[in-house]
């Protein structure tokens, strides 16, 4: 099983991903060698379900995520089509996905796609799984988000008079698949000393280059400021962010305006810290200072050619050369645990991390608000009191 060569890509980014509807696929021989007789069928099923799903970059993602490892699965290890998978086949999969053969496991992201002779054709470089230790580990929620796509897919499929029975939904005993948790899992984010060094880098960078890192420090500031969703800063073509969506009231306080999750549009308050912050990055840009009413200019500008930024991996990369920074400078300075740590660290983490250290001094409610959480208990999820309380009293206990 270790040594069963890995797949390529089977789908392409949100941006470059043709319209299957109107794009249909006539081989797969680029993609894969001696698939099953109804592969065919089960990729353009599979391309119209995750086109479907454009609307949210991250709902794609995950959607696309989940169905092209089931894809490979299904193809290489089972060697079956869709409309031949039962029970049982479910059963193993999730098996497999728990420890993926080393192979299929890359130490970085990479792009699943090249550009070549104005053709995209899959990077041989890339890999299903990530996993920069080397050794993958598939986390509760991620087995979670695997039975939820596949069982919409399937339900999809059956709509789609393609299977007549959902083989998830025969599963009788997930639990033995996904642990049931005593509280709320721990809120993933960084610690006050790893965001010192993080936006200590993006500064850094600014004042090396202010042209071409005052729009790095700006981003960081963002996501941590703001609790910006990274599809929050992207043009999608569901929502372009623009200057124009910061907005004063009539009592000069400031405002932004943002689709998020669920396409709900909402406002969030921007502190004066973030408007001098937006002041430093739109001068850089050869901007004024604060962006006139109805202003058009993308939020996160192109470093070459015009309009904003439409890919999330662009932004990914900014804070990841961020993290990388900081965490180098951890290491020369004794904070090797903390570096480690922040290896492990992702761009949504500085969402939670701006969440959590404001729920310390703001209201709850004010906090719900800008977060776009749907009630206030998700908001409590951020308030570790009684979580630090409950050690507080175990810390002196004797054993003997």
């Known amino acids: 099983m270790q040594n069963i060569k890995s797949p390529a890509a089977f789908f392409d980014t949100l941006e470059e991903m043709p319209n299957p509807f109107k794009n249909s696929v006539t081989t797969l021989s680029h993609l894969i060698e001696d698939a099953p007789a109804d592969a065919l069928t089960d990729y353009q099923y599979a391309s119209e379900f995750i086109f479907s799903y454009r609307g949210s ?7 696309r995520r989940e169905i092209e490892h089931f894809l490979h699965w299904c193809w290489i290890v089972a060697k079956k089509s869709l409309n031949q998978i039962l029970r049982e086949d479910i059963e193993n999969y999730v098996e497999f996905a728990k420890q993926p053969p080393a192979t299929w496991i890359g130490k970085k ?15 041989k470089q890339w890999r299903p799984y990530v996993s920069p230790g080397g050794e993958y580990v598939k ?3 991620a087995i979670q988000s695997l039975f939820s796509v ?68 700006f981003v960081m500031n963002a996501l941590y400021a703001m609790y ?19 907005q004063p009231d009539q009592e000069g306080n400031w405002w932004f305006i943002t689709v998020g999750k669920g396409n709900k549009e909402r406002e ?11 002041k430093c990055y739109r001068l850089s840009r050869g901007l004024p200072a604060l962006p006139a ?10 470093t070459r050619g015009k309009g904003g930024i439409t890919s999330t991996r662009q932004i990914r990369g900014i804070v990841q050369t961020c993290f990388d920074l900081a965490a180098e400078k951890m290491r020369k300075e004794g904070f090797i645990e903390d570096a480690d740590r922040l290896g492990t660290a992702t761009v949504h983490w ?16 004010h906090v719900r608000d800008d977060a776009g959480h749907g009630s206030s208990a998700i908001t409590d999820r951020y308030i570790d009191v009684e979580r630090a309380e409950r050690h507080a009293t175990a810390r002196h206990k004797i054993i003997r």
Do not use: C
């Open 109 to 123: 992201n990479v792009a699943r796609f090249l550009q070549r002779n104005g053709e995209r054709v899959p990077n």
């Open 139 to 141: 986390s509760q929620a």
């Open 57 to 63: 970059p991250d709902t794609f993602s995950t959607y």
């Open 268 to 278: 969030i308050s921007v502190s004066d810290a973030m408007l001098e912050a937006l």
């Open 350 to 365: 500085l969402r939670h991390t701006g969440i959590s250290d404001d729920v310390k001094h703001r209201p709850r409610e």
């Open 150 to 217: 596949l069982s919409s897919y399937f339900n999809f499929l059956i709509q789609e008079n393609y299977i007549s029975a959902n083989p998830v939904s025969q599963i009788r005993q997930k639990s033995k698949f996904i642990r049931k948790q005593q509280s709320q899992g721990k809120i993933r984010r960084l610690s006050p000393l790893q965001w010192e060094f993080v936006v200590d880098a993006a500064e850094s960078l600014a004042k090396q280059d202010p042209a071409g890192h005052e729009r790095t420090l």
């Open 228 to 246: 910006l969703r990274i599809s929050e800063l992207v043009e999608t073509n569901r929502w372009q962010p623009q200057m124009g969506h910061f």
């Open 293 to 302: 009413p109805g202003e058009s200019s993308p939020l996160v500008h192109k």
